[in-house]
């Protein structure tokens, strides 16, 4: 009787709370309600074995008594109910793993019928292949439970979507060094928007005082022309920048700014190259062809 009044008492415990905590949306968050999901499954599995067990016990009372009604004493009733079973000789690891029985034995599995005097032996499935057979429906519940009903786990499409932000992430960690990696041997002429605007916005901070707003010259060359001092190429402009022309006037921008930065700077430069701004300042340098768009148009 007591073992009845725990099992009632749980059923109606898990029939008030799981109703109590449906209605209190703000207190039960969704991971509560899958923890408090996942112990009521695990409960009512706790309780089913429970009641097995006692369903196995009230058999054995029930044996117990019919057997000492038909006359047997308690010896006779023990025996009955825990046969002592015959050793059998021990087989082999091969015969174990594949549920087979000596050569001796195989009389014991001959089938019934037989055709022009050829018989069939009733081998059974091997262990192993039921082990296996048993963890697959193991391992397909947890699955299920996992991916499908508790949803810890994340989906196919989830799970690419996440890797891909952070595949992203990476990238643009990446990116972000390998910008920083250029020098005046690597940097190549973009035309990317972003790139411009970011080599706009430093020129105007830091190069329009010598060279103009729009590059038109002041102190400095006009940038715009097809005369330059220095040579016109994204490397010069780049390694122009980097190390400066001291004994001009030019700084040296090494310190001030990352790699990145300078190429942003110089490809700005570039793109300025034929504007013909207001008030240019007269052309000073070498007359030079601008070969790096031709390269680049043709690539």
Same mark, same amino acid.
């Given at each position: 009787?007591?073992?009845?009044?725990?099992?009632?008492?749980?059923?109606? +415990?898990?029939?008030?709370?799981?109703?109590?905590?449906?209605?209190?949306?703000?207190?039960?968050?969704?991971?509560?309600?899958?923890?408090?999901?996942?112990?009521?499954?695990?409960?009512?599995?706790?309780?089913?074995?429970? =009641?097995?067990?006692?369903? +196995?016990? #009230? /058999?054995?009372?029930?044996?117990?008594?019919?057997?000492?009604?038909?006359?047997?004493?308690?010896?006779?009733?023990?025996?009955?109910?825990?046969?002592?079973?015959?050793?059998?000789?021990?087989?082999?690891?091969?015969?174990?793993?594949?549920?087979?029985?000596?050569? #001796?034995? $195989?009389?014991?599995? +001959?089938?019934?019928?037989?055709?022009?005097?050829?018989?069939? *032996?009733?081998?059974?499935?091997?262990?192993?292949?039921?082990?296996?057979? &048993?963890?697959?429906?193991?391992? @397909?519940?947890? &699955?299920?439970?996992? &991916?499908?009903? /508790?949803?810890?786990?994340?989906?196919?499409? @989830?799970?690419?979507? %996440? $890797?891909?932000?952070?595949? #992203?992430?990476?990238?643009?960690? /990446?990116?972000?060094?390998?910008?920083?990696?250029?020098?005046?041997?690597? !940097?190549?002429?973009?035309?990317?928007?972003?790139?411009?605007?970011?080599?706009?916005?430093?020129?105007?901070?830091?190069?329009?005082?010598?060279?103009?707003?729009?590059?038109?010259?002041? !102190?400095?060359?006009? *940038?715009?022309?097809?005369?330059?001092?220095?040579?016109?190429?994204?490397?010069?402009?780049?390694? %122009?920048?980097?190390?400066?022309?001291?004994?001009?006037?030019?700084?040296?921008?090494?310190?001030?700014?990352?790699?990145?930065?300078?190429?942003?700077?110089?490809?700005?430069?570039?793109?300025?190259?034929?504007?013909?701004?207001?008030?240019?300042?007269?052309?000073?340098? %070498?007359?030079?062809?601008?070969?790096?768009?031709? +390269?680049? =148009?043709?690539?």
């Amino acid at each position: 009787m007591k073992h009845h009044r725990i099992f009632i008492f749980l059923v109606l +415990l898990l029939l008030f709370i799981q109703p109590a905590m449906a209605d209190d949306d703000s207190v039960a968050t969704g991971d509560l309600m899958n923890y408090i999901a996942f112990g009521s499954f695990f409960a009512v599995l706790l309780l089913i074995l429970a =009641a097995m067990l006692v369903v +196995l016990r #009230a /058999f054995r009372v029930l044996t117990r008594v019919l057997l000492k009604h038909q006359g047997l004493n308690s010896a006779q009733i023990a025996a009955e109910m825990n046969p002592v079973k015959a050793k059998k000789p021990k087989a082999e690891v091969w015969q174990k793993l594949l549920s087979l029985k000596p050569l #001796a034995q $195989e009389h014991e599995l +001959l089938i019934a019928h037989d055709y022009d005097g050829i018989q069939e *032996l009733d081998n059974p499935i091997p262990a192993w292949f039921m082990y296996l057979f &048993y963890g697959t429906i193991i391992f @397909a519940i947890g &699955y299920l439970l996992n &991916y499908h009903v /508790f949803k810890t786990g994340q989906l196919q499409y @989830a799970e690419y979507n %996440t $890797e891909m932000a952070q595949a #992203a992430i990476e990238k643009k960690a /990446f990116l972000a060094k390998a910008a920083n990696r250029v020098d005046e041997n690597t !940097v190549k002429l973009v035309s990317d928007p972003a790139v411009l605007a970011s080599g706009g916005a430093i020129f105007k901070s830091t190069c329009a005082p010598c060279h103009g707003e729009h590059a038109q010259g002041n !102190v400095g060359p006009n *940038l715009t022309d097809d005369y330059w001092l220095h040579g016109s190429k994204i490397n010069d402009l780049f390694k %122009t920048i980097k190390y400066g022309v001291l004994s001009k006037g030019m700084p040296t921008w090494e310190k001030q700014l990352s790699p990145k930065q300078i190429s942003d700077v110089a490809n700005y430069i570039k793109s300025l190259h034929g504007t013909n701004p207001a008030g240019a300042k007269a052309p000073q340098g %070498t007359k030079e062809e601008d070969t790096d768009k031709k +390269l680049v =148009a043709n690539n």
